[in-house]
């Protein structure tokens, strides 16, 4: 069966406080390992599309990679601005060459300054 | 270059009463989905599709009902509603099922059924 577990489910961190968070996934046929920022009452936003084991990524303070297993998504020095809820996201494939994105349940991440 | 949009944000309905959501992007994308997100669930794909004129079932299809009768907009229609289908709707695109795939996601439609 096809799995996503994030960890932690929150975390706080002072600002500058370095960290990572985990996603651990079980899934048949991986197309891709997603992760999304999410603020309170909006939608999911793009950070990060990982698709080989070793493959990592980054954008400003985040950095994301990836195992066969696992990815993480490490934050170095964050700014409270950082604090949102960070989906894991992995892709799998549909009918028509649709990608279903199956999400794990997100780590809340509050930075306090 | 509005990107995702969806009409309304916010609804609240009686059980058994009917409505729509409407999904709109201006990226030119084949692909459009509708997922839902419940606390402690994660996001769940309701219904997809693959390009102008086709609909496929998601994860968790029943009692909802989707159209795209044109390449930039995406229905979610709900027949009879029930407290169940209380929650948070998104509308995503992207443009291919390629490596380029990214899924762009709207800004939700927050949905009460009383």
């Known amino acids: 069966e096809d799995q996503v577990t994030q960890s932690p489910e929150a975390l706080r961190l002072q600002e500058g406080e370095s960290s990572s968070l985990n996603c651990s996934y079980t899934v048949s046929g991986l197309r891709g390992l997603f992760w999304y920022r999410q603020d309170p009452g909006k939608g999911p936003e793009f950070l990060f599309t990982?698709?080989?084991a070793g493959e990592e990524k980054e954008k400003e303070r985040l950095k994301a990679t990836l195992t066969k297993k696992e990815s993480f998504l490490h934050i170095t020095a964050p700014k409270p601005e950082d604090s949102a809820t960070y989906l894991c996201?992995?892709?799998?494939?549909?009918?028509?060459?649709?990608?279903?994105?199956?999400f794990g349940t997100g780590t809340r991440l509050t930075v306090i300054p | 270059n509005a990107g995702v949009t969806q009409t309304p944000k916010f609804r609240v309905l009686k059980t058994g009463q009917s409505m729509t959501l409407l999904c709109a992007q201006d990226m030119n994308h084949e692909y459009m989905y509708w997922y839902r997100q419940d606390p402690g669930m994660g996001l769940r794909l309701i219904h997809y599709?693959?390009?102008?004129?086709?609909?496929a079932k998601g994860e968790v299809p029943d009692g909802y009902n989707v159209s795209r009768l044109k390449k930039q907009n995406f229905l979610l229609g709900l027949e009879s509603a029930a407290p169940s289908q209380t929650s948070v709707y998104f509308c995503?695109?992207?443009?291919?099922?390629?490596?380029?795939?990214?899924?762009?996601f709207g800004p939700g439609t927050r949905l009460t059924v009383l």
């Open positions: 990982l698709y080989s």
């Open positions: 996201g992995v892709g799998r494939q549909l009918g028509g060459g649709a990608n279903n994105l199956f």
């Open positions: 995503a695109s992207s443009y291919s099922w390629d490596s380029t795939d990214t899924q762009y």
């Open positions: 599709s693959v390009g102008e004129g086709t609909t």
